[in-house]
């Protein structure tokens, strides 16, 4: 079985090639056993439209999930992999064929400390840094992902997260994903990749991070040693991992004997710019004779370069360019999506309807699914915008952490006004020439005898229009007023008037979603 994937963002890829290989090829005929190269890195796009490396992809073979057996939904943006790309079909009429894909999560367990200010989060002992970049989603019932804001997150929830670690040993996440509760996973079920600290072979424990792991139940493949990457299955009773499964290397890198190409996309870490190395996807880079503005630790670049057969793998770069020098937290607690208008470049200020935002050096531009700037975008573009409404200036606008193009207005499913009843067909719905907003965040200022409330700073009022779902079941606007919603997470689709927003639709989100 193979699925096919349409062009999407380049979020962050590592594609390594074999040194007798190139990025094009034909087989000579259609008997010859197609040879492969190795390939490792983040996925890209949407959901939908999962990408690597920016081209079209075609997934052959099988598709594995840390270790075990996955399908096509193990595979989403944000998450790291690694695989094989069929050399001898590669990039023929635009497709990359991967095959053997293996699906890496850094951590999955519970949260034991979540910091929304800090941008923060604490999973089996290790420090989970979330910035604007970072995929925040939870895994629905029926295995779709709806996105999530930091705040949606709560402490007990079990996570799986896929990043990188940075000069301080945290993990940088790429993706958070919240499980639902029928996936039937608690601390019975906790992995942790990490390096080894403090082994003590008396006791048979040995630290990652802050987590104590106790060993002396568990099958060891390979030679436990400080310093040695190790990935860790077990139950987690109070702060200590009991492990029943201890494996020592680094199964991010497939192995090659001859030197080989190397591209990554990465995190900077453990910056030395006497030596002139860092550290990005597991990989040291030697950048020596390379000038590169900007070059810090938590940077995102792109390195290019040769990597020889040694262990681990060292990458001499060609070229080292910083995609991102800095970006900014991750801890916003709304969002909304609509036409970008009022748009002033010289305070970097703009409007979703009525909803006053504002953005600085740290936020997150990306348009057309690449890195943008504030200039890039145009009056009335349709734009989500991932805000932080507690750091408001002193016009009351919110910070925008995040602001991304959207090639598409809200839908008729989800913007239903009464225009058809008008003899407007909706037509210019799926445009986005409507004025319709979406915004997501906690009820506040509930009033049930008013049947008002706000969300992440914006007035939410109804009409007899409005529809409302609770677990995707539809409900009546007594029934959603009837019990104190204050807190409760919900998503407003409607438009702006006067600073109001008049729901077309209100969904709450189920707390197992």
């Keep these: 079985m193979k699925t096919l994937f349409p062009v999407g963002l380049l979020c962050a890829a590592a594609v390594v090639m074999t040194a007798c290989g190139g990025s094009d090829s034909t087989p000579s005929s259609a008997n010859d056993a197609p040879a492969t190269k190795s390939a490792s890195g983040l996925v890209g796009g949407t959901s939908e439209t999962p990408t690597f490396g920016g081209d079209v992809i075609e997934i052959v073979g099988s598709i594995t999930r840390d270790g075990s057996a996955g399908d096509m939904s193990d595979v989403q943006p944000g998450d790291n992999i690694t695989a094989n790309v069929v050399t001898s079909l590669a990039k023929v009429d635009g497709v990359i064929q991967l095959s053997d894909v293996d699906v890496i999560h850094e951590i999955q367990g519970t949260i034991s400390t979540l910091d929304v200010a800090a941008s923060s989060m604490v999973v089996l002992g290790q420090t989970v840094r979330v910035d604007a970049l970072t995929e925040l989603v939870t ?22 997260v896929s990043g990188s670690r940075d000069a301080n040993g945290d993990v940088v996440a790429s993706r958070i994903e919240r499980k639902t509760a029928d996936s039937q996973r608690d601390d019975a079920d906790s992995e942790v990749r990490g390096w080894v600290s403090a082994l003590d072979a008396t006791t048979q424990t040995f630290l990652i991070g802050d987590l104590l792991v106790d060993f002396s139940g568990a099958e060891v493949q390979g030679l436990l040693a400080d310093g040695a990457p190790v990935k860790v299955e077990g139950t987690l009773l109070g702060s200590t991992l009991a492990a029943s499964e201890v494996k020592v290397g680094d199964d991010r890198h497939r192995r090659v004997e001859e030197q080989y190409e190397l591209e990554i996309h990465g995190v900077v870490g453990a910056l030395d710019t006497t030596a002139q190395t860092f550290e990005t996807a597991g990989t040291l880079v030697n950048y020596a004779g390379l000038s590169v503005p900007g070059l810090e630790n938590g940077a995102r670049v792109e390195v290019e370069g040769t990597v020889t057969s040694t262990e681990p793998p060292a990458l001499r770069a060609t070229k080292v360019e910083v995609e991102y020098e800095r970006v900014g937290p991750g801890s916003s607690n709304g969002e909304v999506k609509g036409p970008m208008t009022a748009i002033n470049g010289a305070e970097m200020t703009f409007q979703i309807g009525e909803v006053l935002l504002y953005a600085d050096a740290m936020t997150v531009f990306e348009r057309e699914d690449r890195r943008a700037a504030f200039a890039d975008f145009s009056e009335n573009e349709f734009v989500e915008v991932k805000y932080d409404s507690t750091q408001p200036n002193v016009a009351g606008a919110f910070y925008a952490l995040k602001v991304e193009s959207e090639l598409r207005g809200i839908s008729d499913d989800d913007h239903d006004t009464n225009d058809r009843d008008n003899g407007d067909n909706g037509d210019d719905a799926d445009t986005g020439d409507r004025e319709g907003v979406e915004v997501k965040g906690a009820v506040a200022a509930f009033d049930p005898a008013a049947q008002t409330f706000s969300v992440s700073g914006v007035a939410v009022q109804i009409s007899e229009a409005t529809r409302f779902e609770v677990d995707d079941q539809a409900i009546s606007a007594d029934e959603f007023f009837a019990q104190d919603r204050t807190g409760v997470r919900v998503e407003v689709k409607g438009d702006l008037q006067g ?11 189920s707390s197992d979603d």
């Excluded at 600073?499 to 989100?509: F, S, Y």
């Design 499 to 509: 600073g109001v927003l008049i729901a077309d639709r209100v969904e709450v989100e």
């Design 139 to 160: 895994e629905n019932s029926d295995d779709s992902y709806s996105s999530l804001v930091l705040a949606d997150f709560q402490v007990g929830d079990y996570v799986e």
